[in-house]
């Protein structure tokens, strides 16, 4: 079945400094995947998008970086801030639905 | 900016109770689900409803679930028979209707339910 997994369940960065989330998928049809991010408390929240007819796309501060060969795709986030630290998903849209993975806690240190 | 309401937040219950989710999606938006996700687990999809029916369920929306848009506004989600595996935050999400299926979705802040 489809599965959207990630590299790292926590990832720790110091503030100012340039963050990387990994995901992978298995599903090759996907052809939608977004990246969300979740505070506590809080439900996820729309970051970023991209198509696979797209290798990289680039939001305010936020990259996404599309590879279709190995059916990986990664979250850059530049000048990481202490309001970063949240729960990272990886999502794919498959069949008319989001397909998420497991989740990478960010956590910034002053 | 427009966003999707759930109440209540927290849901306490009983094991074998009836429970009622509700959802108030984004005014304009035609395609409307429900995901939980249990305490550090990922998010799971349970079911996508478009049209007044329901477009697609997974395997964990079994019989003791069931989906309902009363009126113009509001989507709920039923527990008939609340077991204690139950408990997870349910997140509501909605999108307006496009043309293809890769629309983002805006989820709402959730409800917590814990059964006991």
């Known amino acids: 079945g489809e599965s959207v997994g990630l590299h790292l369940p926590t990832l720790s960065v110091q503030e100012g400094d340039n963050s990387i989330i990994n995901c992978a998928y298995s599903?090759?049809?996907?052809?939608?995947f977004i990246w969300y991010k979740q505070e506590s408390g809080k439900g996820p929240q729309f970051i970023i998008d991209?198509?696979?007819?797209?290798d990289k796309r680039q939001g305010q501060r936020v990259t996404v970086l599309l590879n279709k060969t190995v059916k990986h795709l990664s979250l850059q986030i530049a000048a990481t801030q202490p309001g970063d630290s949240a729960v990272y998903f990886c999502a794919s849209a498959w069949g008319g639905k989001l397909i998420f993975g497991q989740g990478t806690e960010l956590s910034v240190k002053p | 900016e427009p966003e999707v309401t759930q109440t209540p937040s927290h849901q306490v219950t009983q094991m074998g109770q009836e429970v009622i989710l509700r959802c108030v999606p984004i005014s304009n938006h035609l395609y409307f689900y429900w995901y939980r996700q249990i305490l550090g687990q990922k998010v799971e999809f349970l079911v996508s409803f478009y049209n007044n029916e329901i477009s697609e369920k997974s395997e964990i929306f079994d019989d003791q679930f069931s989906v309902e848009r009363p009126d113009g506004s509001n989507f709920t989600l039923k527990i008939r028979s609340t077991k204690l595996e139950d408990s997870a935050m349910y997140f509501c999400?909605?999108?307006?209707?496009?043309?293809?299926?890769?629309?983002?979705?805006?989820f709402g802040s959730g409800t917590q339910l814990s059964v006991l």
């Open positions: 599903n090759s049809a996907s052809d939608y």
């Open positions: 999400a909605s999108r307006r209707q496009g043309a293809s299926t890769n629309e983002k979705l805006f």
């Open positions: 991209i198509r696979s007819n797209m």
